[in-house]
């Protein structure tokens, strides 16, 4: 028998990636579901693309409709996992895709969610220094914000050898279900189809705390980090272009040498052979972070363009690579680099 996963909020975009994913892993054996408003719905009328799941009937979500699992994966709506994490068992293991156990500041947290800390948990991305073996064993995950997970790849291997200053300016676009699938004006197909347009302008978007500990832990001191997120006409991924001061004598053949040292042995970052940058379409449904660098020479400054999937490597895939790490499976096990074309 499999590791006996549950998910709650079965019926939304996060979930229905992870089931995605569950549905072809070998290690596991899918539990129960669960959703909010859709309980009691059949998982076929919510997620036809799921075809072997098709007939599986939504449970509410309660402590007793996700007991009896190795591991639970919550994708629910922030604010939701706390206070239905503390009700599951601590030989659970317990994977929140939210944000609720992300950051360590509980003054970050209060400003840019505006309610209590939840606390803090292991962050799910492996990729960073030690990171491995925080998560090794551990029974709760925070799984890290779609756009914190992009630009921390992004911007990790400068920080951790030295040849970036401070100053980072972060633009990145994201698809529509970076969204969910709540339904908004702002999302309706005729405002989103045919524009790409800003928002969360000026530093309030509550993923800058998350880049700017992230960051900061790598760099040894304190970084700063505007960041300006856009949203574009796809339903998926997120292209993230980061700039930072270079430190002065940085080449571009140094600044590529970094890059290549620093993941030439991550199964699931990619940098680009020079001269091809990388697009959203590169990586759809793939759990891998594709980077292209350079170095302004003239502006002084390190560039960086990544591309994600925001729902696999940036949610439900990065989900799963750090469930495997924490359960004591082969980290790649059931994620594919593979991504759909055209
Ligand atoms: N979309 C993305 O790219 C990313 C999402 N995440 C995180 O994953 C989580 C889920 O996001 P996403 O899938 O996009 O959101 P969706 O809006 O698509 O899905 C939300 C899910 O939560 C359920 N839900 C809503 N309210 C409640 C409630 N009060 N009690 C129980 N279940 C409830 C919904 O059920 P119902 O259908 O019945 O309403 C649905 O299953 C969020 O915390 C989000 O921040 C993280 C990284 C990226
Ligand atoms: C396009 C879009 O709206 N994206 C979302 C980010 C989604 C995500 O990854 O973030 P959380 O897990 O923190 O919700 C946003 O900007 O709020």
């Given at each position: 028998m499999g590791i006996r996963a549950a998910v709650a909020g079965a019926s939304g975009y996060a979930g229905g990636e992870l089931l995605r994913i569950l549905a072809g892993h070998p290690g596991f054996e899918i539990g129960t579901l669960t959703a909010g408003?859709?309980?009691?719905?059949?998982l076929g009328a919510l997620q036809p693309h799921l075809r072997s799941l098709a007939t599986r009937v939504l449970t509410e979500t309660t402590p007793e409709t996700l007991a009896g699992h190795d591991v639970v994966f919550l994708a629910l709506p922030?604010?939701?996992s706390g206070p239905l994490a503390a009700q599951l068992g601590d030989d659970v293991l317990v994977v929140d895709?939210?944000?609720?156990?992300?950051?360590?500041d509980a003054a970050d947290w209060e400003h840019f969610y505006g309610s209590p800390h939840a606390g803090t948990w292991?962050?799910?991305?492996?990729?960073?220094?030690?990171q491995r073996e925080v998560l090794?064993?551990?029974?709760r995950i925070a799984v890290p914000g779609c756009y914190p997970t992009v630009s921390t790849l992004a911007l990790v291997p400068a920080y951790a050898a030295g040849i970036a200053g401070n100053d980072i300016v972060i633009v990145a676009a994201s698809g529509t279900?970076?969204?969910?699938k709540a339904a908004k004006v702002s999302l309706l197909g005729s405002e989103v189809m045919g524009a790409v347009s800003a928002y969360?302008?000026?530093?309030?978007?509550?993923h800058t705390p998350e880049i700017v500990q992230n960051l900061s832990a790598v760099a040894g001191e304190p970084v700063t980090v505007s960041f300006t997120p856009t949203l574009a006409p796809m339903s998926r991924g997120i292209l993230a272009t980061c700039t930072v001061k270079a430190e002065p004598g940085l080449t571009a053949d140094g600044l590529r040498r970094v890059y290549e040292d620093a993941y030439a042995?991550?199964?699931?970052v990619d940098l680009l052979p020079e001269g091809q940058w990388p697009s959203t379409a590169m990586t759809l449904g793939a759990n891998t972070a594709l980077l292209q660098v350079a170095l302004d020479e003239r502006a002084g400054r390190i560039v960086v363009v990544a591309a994600i999937d925001n729902l696999t490597k940036g949610t439900a895939g990065g989900a799963i690579q750090s469930t495997n790490i924490a359960l004591g499976?082969?980290?790649?096990?059931?994620?594919?680099?593979l991504a759909v074309a055209p």
């Open positions: 408003s859709n309980a009691g719905s059949a922030h604010g939701a895709c939210g944000a609720d156990f992300r950051l360590r292991p962050y799910g991305l492996p990729e960073l220094p030690g090794a064993g551990t029974k279900s970076g969204a969910g969360g302008v000026g530093g309030v978007h509550r042995d991550e199964p699931f499976l082969a980290e790649e096990l059931g994620l594919s680099t």
